[in-house]
């Protein structure tokens, strides 16, 4: 069965500084991978994603992930961080054929002024 | 705007009833998912539906129940016998349910327990 881990539960950064959000996948083969953000009491939306080819995948806001097949990870990253970017995230790895998505746990993001 | 409307958006619930949560889209997307999600915990598949009159259960169906006799309406029952259904509710939907596919969430349902 697939199985996210994100671990770290909760990450604080300075405004301006960078980030990266680790994230470590179980699955048979590549699945495909997700990185959502969701704000307080909302629902979730899509930063990135990766299926194939390239392994530095580009989101929106600035976010970028690196797919490593070697480490089973999808980490995500930002050169700088901004205020706004606060919130949780949460990775998530769908299997090929079955297309249902399986989510990490989240990391909660704190940005300090 | 296309996009996914929950209500209510706060809802309570007596012990021993039942409550319906609505989740609509006009995304005309096939696939709809009800997710759970409760404090330090990811989102966990309750029920999902890729195509009308028919659904799946997912991970944690025990005590829910959910009809789809239309594309874009896919209600959520939580009945009596889920016994801890103080949580968030998330709906989602996708445009043929491909693992290829992003999800689109509605700004989810917080159900607590009078």
């Known amino acids: ?113 | 705007d296309g996009g996914i409307t929950q209500s209510p958006k706060y809802l309570f619930r007596k012990e021993g009833q039942n409550v319906t949560l609505s989740c609509e889209q006009n995304l005309n997307h096939d696939a709809m998912y009800w997710y759970r999600q409760d404090p330090g915990q990811g989102l966990r598949l309750i029920y999902y539906s890729q195509i009308v009159n028919d659904f799946q259960k997912g991970d944690i169906a025990e005590g829910y129940s959910v009809s789809r006799e239309k594309k874009e309406s896919f209600p959520l029952t939580v009945t009596s016998a889920q016994k801890n259904p103080t949580a968030f509710y998330l709906c989602a939907s996708s445009r043929t349910g491909a693992g290829d596919e992003k999800l689109f969430f509605g700004s989810g349902t917080q159900l607590s327990v009078l």
């Open chain 1, 1 to 113: 069965a697939q199985s996210v881990t994100q671990p770290d539960i909760h990450i604080t950064v300075s405004e301006g500084a960078s980030l990266e959000l680790r994230c470590n996948y179980s699955y048979g083969a590549t699945p495909y991978l997700f990185w959502y953000v969701q704000s307080p009491g909302q629902g979730l939306q899509l930063l990135l994603k990766y299926f194939s080819g390239d392994t530095l995948v580009q989101g929106i806001k600035g976010f970028e992930a690196e797919f490593k097949r070697s480490q089973s990870s999808f980490n995500l990253r930002k050169p700088s961080v901004h205020w706004s970017d606060a919130a949780e995230y949460f990775c998530a790895v769908v299997s090929t054929n079955a297309g249902k998505s399986t989510f990490g746990d989240g990391t909660t993001l704190t940005v300090k002024p």
